[in-house]
Structure formats: structure tokens, C-alpha cells
């Protein structure tokens, strides 16, 4: 992945002592070169932050720039980003965008992502936010690096810039082709240093080589042969391997531990805090063994909420409500409709899941700590470990290797935490790994939510008024899309909380809040369609007020070869559309229902990200997401009782199989002139109400809570078959 | 549990330890054999990620004793391909981005290996129920299973059971 001489070196800590790195300490690092600093500005931070427990410190020195990239004397490029690669595909596509402005080979630029020591702060990997927001700007720094080595060019051949042409790094003299100089003896003993600021030249689309062609990721060779290296695999001498001694429920208080089982163990380690107990070894299995031999007395959990209780807990929860958008007046509305429409709508708690779970190698020595994680912030574990060691935040290094997935869920740093302390109290490198069973029980779920919509249709067969509340899940994509004069979306807590509400931690999960809110818009708007009698997509597009949205339902429909029906049609088909990310994505879907168990045999999604580095990619994106999110809609929930969680590994909690995906179409609407928005994560939004809608077309029955498993959706038809 | 002598074949080499036999595969290929292809998912062999394959079957060494495997065969995800010429299997898996954290990859390979030597010449719907109990949360599913498919020629025509 690297091959900058700063690149990942386990086994070898830095031993810098300097304060934040600032410009010039880089500058010092990196020796000769072109370095180009990418400035954000006011955009950085302006995304809603996922992190589980938010940066506070954002370091001064380094605060004026977010990343940079460097080319040196080989004409080599890399750039250094606190972004982290998790699979979501920057490690291929930041290269494509620079590879376009600069004029280089994709293959001539490396990546250093997410190490605390090496790349400026940034303050997280999420929210679609890495090409959107960061995109536009690492091709101006592209653009600007070019700029400058262009008139480093024009006075080395004395011959004004516009004479000249690059290509792969290469700058040649258009009247005299045998005059070339390249990237690197541009570059060779100098030290130039640019800063984004104007808007420079960016290419236009159809200047485009490299973006907008489909690239293989580039980090395949590695992940295919078992060399990639992920937190877990980084090995140091003498390191330990600890095993956590957790509580059986959340809220659980230790009462008493008795180790006396482990007389005669030879080579563990025991480190017992008031708050953090663990039985560590040179080997993870006899580690694991050990504990196993720990007695441990706990209190009960003072919680006395379950699966099914939550919700009316959520319900009642006495919070102030937040209206997120209102016009016209409600009370007109419910006046002009002439049938109304109230439901209710739960979504469960879910787990992120992620293969690789929770990861980390800690190595404290003296002050300082270097810290390997599987983390979305390294930035926010850099803090979380400095404070909990009571070092200065510089004296804290993270490193990220290849993350094993995250999803929202590995904002959350508690394992590199545990490492760091686990270390500083044995004076060893310790690698901490949550089981399967840990990662269960420690997980920031998807939060519970129970969504209220109350509305109408006029004498016209239009939606006369929305009144929509979303409790737990988050506002995020919580406005609803269309024409409607008397409305109100109002929201209580958020995807992460307030906390006191939930009996354990919940945070961000892929595009957090937006696949509830669009499962109860949707299934919503879907029953208002087959209440007025008309067609779904008719209906929709009659009332939809954005235009892109308007594009996308349309294409949708073209691509399917749709043809219209008022719902329920007897043929199982679904529709939905959502916008999330600055993305808008509208979905299709054809199921079966049999014994209650709902198999889905084809999905068309079509989506309009703005301009596509990397179609490819973006493709994967949406396939990705679109199984991913079968397991919200089908299967994922996480089942507790009095604090305990009751899906501890694979066997009870199902993720979506190969033998659930159905046929997956993707298309991806050209919108070259509108800027880059988020791919990871707008397409799993439509999965659970693409399904509930199509199960409505086949059977007439309407699933008001995810996920849709089967033992709900036999109840359900059990329920319709007696009032018949 | 007392030590005791245990040896096979790993990537081609002969392999002699001296280990508790009721220790765990996945672990010693993990942390004595310095080998981390095969990962970490469950524990209780339902995800798949740890498959490594022993005298050419797919077995998940979490759930393995490391006993077992004496005399045996043993391949990990580092040992597919020979030298620097990657196995068919890897080329497509390459060739179709069939992996995105690729956290399930080795085991996805490996999995593959084992059921195209059974079933060298499958249907779609074959490589899909024979994929089925391996896991993949970033949903690279339909792109394993175009790799699978287009790694069956050649796989026939290169391997012997
Ligand atoms: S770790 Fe072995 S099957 Fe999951
Ligand atoms: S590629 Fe991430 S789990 Fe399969």
C-alpha cells in the first residue's frame, strides 16, 4: 500500500518528541519535495459528527490544514489523510481524483491514512463524507501541486507554461517534444510548498481520463493473499494478549471476583481495577482459557426493559421534541382531508456486526503510547487514550491498519482504551480482541425507534397534511420529500441518544436514522398511494417536489419496464425513493412470501451521487448496502432482557446469506456538473421499505416493524385472515 | 494440557511443534506460526472467516484442535498461490472487486477452493448454496459468487484433488 519510508512500521514507535506536528515539522520529516496543504476551511466539521464520545480537542497547530500531499524526489505522490480505509473504497478512489489533476499514474500514489503521528487531525470516517466533502478538495490540491510543478517547469526550459503539456508526470515543451522534465527532478533538493486556497483549475468532465472510469480497488492483491494487515495482526515483542472480564448485563455492578482458580496457571498476567479486570497472557487462547476460571459475583442490572417493553419506554420518554421542518398549518390540513392515515412505526435495536471485531495493540512505554486500532477516529481514540492514561494527547500515537469494517460502529474506541490501560498496568505491549461475544454485548447499536405518522389524503386524492415524529433514530433524512402544504417533521434524541433512555450504548450505524425514517415515510406514502387508488410511483411523482428525486423514481421505473397498478397488486413489487448524503436513490423490488418468510428475487436501485469518481467502486457501494440491508429489514434484532443481551454470536443474530440476495441491478445516473455526495451509504435507506411495500403488493398486509421476520410476518397474515 | 509433538504440512513445508494438542488451529497459525490470513469472526464456526484447508477441505480452525491436523496437509490464504503467480481464485476474486473490508476474504477463497474441487463445473445457484454458511458483512456477496463461477475453468485445469 505504502511505499513512502513513513509508512506502516509495527514494531517500530515513534520516538518523536515533538509537540502536533505543524507544517514545518512535516516539511523537516519529508526532507525535499512539493508538499501541498489541503485546507478545508469552514466545510470540515460542519458534517454531523458520529464519533461515540465527540473530540473535544481540535489541535491548534495543525488545525489549518487536513491533509497534504507530498511528491518527492522519484516523482512519487502520497498523500496523507487521517481518513481510514474500512472498505468503502478511498484507498482506490482519492488516488483516481488526484491521479486526474495531477497528471500522474494511479500507481504512483500512496496512501498513509489514518496514523495520528504522520497525518493532520481529521475528525472522523463517516457520513459519506470522505469524497464529498473531501473530494473537490484533494483535486484542487491535485490541480494546485500541478500548477505549481508546471511553473517550476516553465523556468527550468524557459518557455512560458502554456507551451507546456504532462502526462503520467511527465511535463514535455509542446514545440519541442524532446525537451521533457519530469514530477521528480522538478521536485529533486527543493522544498515547495503550496497551500489550496482559490479555487484553481480543475479539469471539466470531459477532460476526464481517470475519474469517471471504472478501477479495480487497488488494495485487492494484499486482501486476496492473507498480507493485509488488519489491527489484529500486528505483533511486537513480548506482547501480551488479554482477555476481559465483562459483565453478564449492562448495568451489571461486580460484586466479587475470586481468581483463586487460577493458582498454578503458568504465565498470566492479572490486572485488576476497580472498573477493568483482565487475564492476560503470551497466547490469546490460554488467556481466554484463564478466565474462564475467574468466579465472579455480579449485581443484578437495575434495568428491567426487554425486547418488547422498549418500545413503549420510547414512547413515553419525556423529552422535548425538535421540529426539523414545519409549513402551512396543521390543523388547516386535517381539515381538507377527507380520509386519514395514522401509524406507527418500531425499528429494533441492531448490531454493526462488523467481521473484525473491536482490535487493538497497545505499547505504552514511559510517556508515550503507540496505540494500533481498528478505529473510524483515530484522532477521537488518540484523545480517549491520552486522557485515560493521563498523558499529553501528543504523546499518544494511533495507527490504523486496514479496518475489518466499521459501519458506525468502530467510532466507538473502548478496546483501544482497555489496550492502552492494559499495557500502562503491565508494562507490556497488550493486544486487545473482543470476542464475538464482546462485541455483542460492548456494541454502540443502531437504536431501537418508533416513528409516529399521522396524515391525510384531500378530496383531490393528495396528501393534505404530514405530521411526522421520529423518536430515538435521528433526523437524519426525516423530511419528507414532497408537495405538501400543511406539514411538520419533529424529532426526540438522536441516533446516539440522549443517554439514560437506552439500557445500553447506542450510536451511528450506516446512514444513521435515515433507513428508519425512510422505511416509515415510504411504507407510509405507499399506503396514502393504495388509499387514493393510484399507482405508487403515479403518486409519488404527482407530489414529489425535487427534481433529481423526480429523475431518479423515473429511471427507476423505465429500467424495471414498470407498469402500472393500484397497490395491492397481487404481484409482490415495491417501490420507494429517499435522498441521504446530498445522494438520491430510488429503489424496486419484487419479493415472495411463503411460511411467513420473505424472499426477495429482484432489486433495481437506481441512484444520482453528482459526479462519479469511480463507478466501479460506487457500484460495490451500492450493492453493498443494498445487502447489507437486508438484515435490517429481515432478520437483525437484538434481543435483551433485564440488561443482558440474548444474540451473543452468529448463531441467533443472522446476517443477510448469499442464498438472500436477489438479483441486483444498479444504475447510477450521470450528473457530472453537480459535485460528488455520498455513495456508502444511501442505498441500504430503501431496503426495508422497498420490502414492506412489496410484501403489501403481494398480500395485502402492512408491516409496521423491523425487522420483517418471519414469525411477524405469519402473525401479520394471521391477523388479516381472522378479520376476514 | 501437557505438551506434546504435532506435525504436518503447512504451505508446503513440514511443520513440527510442541504444543498442548487440545490447543485451538486458529490460534497457533495466528500467533506461534505467524500466519494471520486465517481471522478472527465467531469463534464457534459460523462465519467462516478462519477457514484454512486441511488436506484440501474447508475447516474453520477456531473450532479445530491444532492435534488434528497432525499428518495432515494444511493450507492458509498466504499459502494459494505459488510464488508471486496467484491462484485462479484470487485473480477473479481481483478481477471482480469481490471483497470491500476483505475481513471474510481468505475464508471466502478458501471455502471456494473446497467446493469447486467438488463441484468443478457448478451452476450459480450451486456456488450460492455452497458459499452459504460463510458470512460477509460489507455484502460482497454477488461479486464472490461471479469470481467463483469465473474461477471454475480454471481451477479445473489446474488442480488435482
Ligand atoms: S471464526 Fe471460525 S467460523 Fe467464525
Ligand atoms: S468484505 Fe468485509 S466482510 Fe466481506
Redesign the pocket.
Given at each position: 500500500m505504502n511505499r513512502s519510508p513513513l509508512s506502516l512500521r509495527p514494531g517500530a514507535p515513534v520516538q518523536d518528541e515533538a509537540l502536533l506536528p505543524t507544517r514545518r515539522e512535516f516539511v523537516k520529516r519529508l526532507g525535499t519535495g512539493l508538499f501541498v496543504w489541503v485546507v478545508l476551511g469552514r466545510t470540515a466539521g460542519a458534517e454531523v459528527s458520529e464519533a461515540a464520545h465527540p473530540v473535544t480537542v481540535r489541535p491548534k497547530p495543525t488545525g489549518d490544514f487536513n491533509a497534504f500531499l507530498h511528491i518527492d524526489e522519484n516523482g512519487h505522490v502520497t498523500c496523507f489523510t487521517g481518513k481510514i480505509e474500512m472498505?468503502q473504497g478511498p484507498i482506490t478512489s482519492l488516488p483516481q481524483m488526484l491521479a486526474e489533476d495531477l497528471d500522474v499514474s494511479v500507481d504512483d500514489i500512496s496512501m498513509v491514512m489514518g496514523d495520528t503521528d504522520l497525518c493532520p487531525f481529521d475528525q472522523g470516517t463517516w457520513g459519506s463524507q470522505t469524497t464529498q466533502t473531501f473530494g473537490t478538495v484533494w483535486r484542487t490540491a491535485a490541480a494546485e501541486a500541478r500548477g505549481a510543478l508546471l511553473e517550476e517547469a516553465a523556468e527550468t526550459l524557459q518557455v512560458p507554461v502554456a507551451q507546456l503539456s504532462v502526462h503520467l508526470g511527465v511535463v514535455t515543451d509542446t514545440k519541442d517534444p524532446a525537451r521533457k522534465i519530469t514530477y521528480g527532478q522538478l521536485t529533486m533538493g527543493k522544498k515547495i510548498e503550496r497551500q489550496v486556497t482559490a479555487k484553481p483549475n480543475l479539469k471539466t468532465p470531459d477532460q476526464f481520463r481517470i475519474i469517471g472510469k471504472p478501477l479495480l480497488r487497488k488494495d485487492s492483491r494484499e486482501k486476496v493473499t492473507g498480507r493485509a494487515v488488519y489491527a489484529g495482526d500486528v505483533r511486537l515483542p513480548g506482547m501480551l494478549y488479554a482477555s476481559i472480564l465483562r459483565a453478564p448485563a449492562h448495568g451489571a455492578v461486580l460484586k466479587r471476583v475470586d481468581t483463586s482458580g487460577l493458582k498454578g496457571t503458568e504465565g498470566i498476567v492479572i490486572v485488576q481495577q476497580p472498573d477493568l479486570m483482565a487475564v492476560l497472557h503470551a497466547l490469546p487462547d490460554a488467556a481466554e482459557d484463564a478466565l474462564g476460571k475467574v468466579r465472579a459475583e455480579f449485581e443484578p442490572s437495575p434495568s428491567k426493559l426487554d425486547d418488547r417493553t422498549i418500545y413503549a419506554h420510547l414512547e413515553q420518554a419525556k423529552l422535548e421534541a425538535r421540529v426539523v421542518a414545519q409549513g402551512g398549518d396543521l390543523d388547516v390540513g386535517r381539515g381538507l382531508a377527507v380520509r386519514r392515515l395514522s401509524q406507527t412505526y418500531l425499528g429494533a435495536y441492531v448490531a454493526h456486526a462488523a467481521?473484525e471485531t473491536h482490535t487493538a495493540l497497545a505499547h505504552v512505554e514511559g510517556d508515550h503510547a503507540t496505540v494500533w486500532a481498528s478505529t473510524q477516529n483515530p484522532f477521537g481514540a488518540r484523545e480517549e487514550i491520552a486522557l485515560a492514561l493521563g498523558l499529553p494527547i501528543p504523546k499518544v500515537r494511533v495507527i490504523t491498519p486496514f479496518v475489518?469494517?466499521g459501519f458506525g460502529g468502530k467510532s466507538f474506541n473502548l478496546q483501544a482504551v482497555e489496550a492502552a490501560r492494559l499495557s500502562k498496568a503491565t508494562g507490556r505491549p497488550v493486544q486487545v480482541m473482543w470476542t464475538r461475544e464482546e462485541e455483542f454485548f460492548n456494541d454502540t447499536f443502531r437504536p431501537a425507534s418508533v416513528i409516529k405518522v399521522d396524515s391525510g389524503l384531500d378530496a383531490a386524492g393528495r396528501i393534505a397534511f404530514w405530521d411526522y415524529e421520529v423518536r430515538f433514530s435521528g433526523d437524519r433524512a426525516s423530511e419528507h420529500l414532497y408537495d405538501i402544504a400543511h406539514h411538520r417533521t419533529a424529532a426526540v434524541g438522536g441516533f446516539n441518544g440522549p443517554p439514560g433512555y437506552h439500557p445500553f450504548e447506542v450510536g451511528a450505524w450506516r446512514a444513521p436514522g435515515s433507513s428508519n425514517n425512510a422505511f416509515a415515510r415510504e411504507s407510509h406514502v405507499d399506503q396514502l398511494a393504495s388509499m387514493a387508488g393510484v399507482d405508487p410511483i403515479e403518486f409519488r411523482l404527482r407530489q414529489l417536489k425535487d427534481a433529481r428525486l423526480t429523475r431518479v423514481l423515473k429511471a427507476a421505473a423505465d429500467h424495471w419496464g414498470w407498469q402500472p397498478a393500484k397497490g395491492p397488486s397481487g404481484r409482490g413489487l415495491g417501490v420507494a425513493c429517499g435522498q441521504d448524503a446530498g445522494s438520491y436513490v430510488a429503489a424496486i423490488a419484487e419479493v415472495g412470501v411463503k411460511d411467513g418468510k420473505i424472499t426477495v428475487k429482484r432489486a433495481l436501485w437506481v441512484q444520482e451521487m453528482g459526479l462519479v469518481i469511480n463507478p466501479a467502486g460506487a457500484k460495490i457501494q451500492m450493492e453493498g448496502g443494498i445487502t447489507m440491508g437486508l438484515g435490517y429489514a429481515l432478520s437483525e434484532e437484538i434481543h435483551f432482557k433485564d440488561g443482558a443481551i440474548r444474540d451473543t454470536n452468529f448463531d441467533r443474530y443472522a446476517l443477510p446469506r448469499f442464498s438472500w440476495v436477489p438479483k441486483i441491478e444498479t444504475v447510477i445516473l450521470e450528473a457530472d456538473d453537480t459535485p460528488p455526495r455520498g455513495g456508502g451509504e444511501p442505498a441500504i435507506i430503501l431496503t426495508g421499505a422497498v420490502i414492506a411495500n412489496a410484501v403489501h403488493d403481494a398480500t395485502g398486509v402492512r408491516l409496521l416493524e423491523l425487522p420483517m421476520s418471519p414469525e411477524r410476518v405469519k402473525a401479520a397474515l394471521e391477523a388479516k385472515a381472522q378479520q376476514a | 494440557m501437557p505438551a506434546a509433538n504435532v506435525s504436518f504440512r503447512l504451505n508446503g513445508k513440514p511443520v513440527q511443534l510442541s504444543v498442548a494438542p487440545d490447543r485451538t488451529l486458529l490460534w497457533v497459525l495466528r500467533t506461534d506460526l505467524g500466519l494471520n490470513g486465517a481471522k478472527y469472526g465467531c469463534g464457534i464456526a459460523q462465519c467462516g472467516a478462519c477457514t484454512v484447508l486441511v488436506d484440501h477441505r474447508a475447516v474453520r480452525s477456531c473450532s479445530v484442535d491444532i492435534q488434528s491436523v497432525h499428518g495432515a496437509d494444511v493450507v492458509t490464504i498466504e499459502g494459494l498461490a505459488e510464488g508471486e503467480k496467484l491462484h485462479p481464485l484470487q485473480e477473479a476474486f481481483i478481477a471482480h472487486d469481490a471483497?470491500?473490508?476483505?475481513?471474510?476474504?481468505a475464508g471466502m477463497i478458501l471455502t471456494a477452493y473446497d467446493f469447486l474441487l467438488r463441484h468443478p463445473n457448478p451452476t450459480r445457484e450451486e456456488v450460492v448454496a455452497g458459499m452459504d454458511d460463510n458470512l460477509?458483512?460489507?455484502g460482497?456477496h454477488v461479486r464472490i459468487v461471479d469470481a467463483i463461477l469465473e474461477a471454475a475453468p480454471a481451477m479445473r485445469g489446474t488442480q488435482s484433488p
Open positions: 472498505g467481521m475489518g469494517g | 471483497l470491500q473490508c476483505g475481513y471474510c476474504t460477509c458483512r460489507c460482497a
